[in-house]
Antibody
């Protein structure tokens, strides 16, 4: 059974940093690209970032480019999102998602909530 | 960036109704279109991709069609467990973008 478990969310002040983690199990992690998708409270879905199986290809939404860094450790079956210079508009539930093929997300975690507020 | 729109933004329907949701992309996306279902407090669930390809385990009452910029999700006979919000998503190019969602609730 595929499982994705996010962690690392919490309340953080504007301008500070936070690192999210996603622990994957139930599939061959290093065979698949992985992504972060977020959802602000009561709002829709926004793709944040994605990383290929070997970290050779990485992409970001314009809204986070230069502030967020995605990475993965295939030996630990883990995905990460380093979030710097956080803003109030980054407040959201952050989902880790496994890619089925080329940008289609077939498994999602339960999400970790990030709240940016003073 | 490719902008996605959905209509309607919400609808009320009864069990057994046929429901159609429309998704439009701001440019052609060559059937690179997925549909997700999200229930309150839950993660999204993949229903279809490649515009019409049903994800494994998804009931056959869900179907998708379309081409170019215009796509539809159809639920042939709405069931109680189908009341949820539905999102389309293009994966033709990054940044991958989602529609604003269509909330389906009980009439």
């Amino acid at each position: 059974e595929v499982q994705l478990v996010e962690s690392g969310g919490g309340l953080v002040q504007p301008g500070r940093s936070l690192r999210l983690s996603c622990a994957a199990s139930g599939f061959t992690f290093d065979d698949y690209a992985m992504h972060w998708v977020r959802q602000a409270p009561g709002k829709g879905l926004e793709w944040v970032s994605g990383i290929s199986w070997n970290s050779g290809s990485i992409g970001y939404a314009d809204s986070v480019k230069g502030r967020f860094t995605i990475s993965r450790d295939n030996a630990k079956n883990s995905l990460y999102l380093q979030m710097n210079s956080l803003r109030a508009e980054d407040t959201a539930l952050y989902y880790c998602a496994k890619e089925l093929t080329g940008g289609v997300f077939d498994y999602w975690g339960q999400g970790t909530l990030v709240t940016v507020s003073s | 960036d490719i902008q996605m729109t959905q209509s309607p933004s919400s609808l009320s329907a009864s069990v057994g109704d046929r429901v159609t949701i429309t998704c439009r992309a701001s440019q052609g996306i060559s059937n690179s279109l997925a549909w997700y279902q999200q229930k309150p407090g839950k993660a999204p669930k993949l229903l279809l991709y490649a515009a019409s390809r049903l994800e494994s385990g998804v009931p056959s009452r869900f179907s998708g069609s379309g081409s170019g910029t215009d796509y539809t999700l159809t639920i042939s006979s709405l069931q109680p467990e189908d009341f949820a919000t539905y999102y389309c998503q293009q994966y033709y190019s990054t940044p991958f973008t989602f529609g604003p969602g269509t909330k389906v609730d009980i009439k």
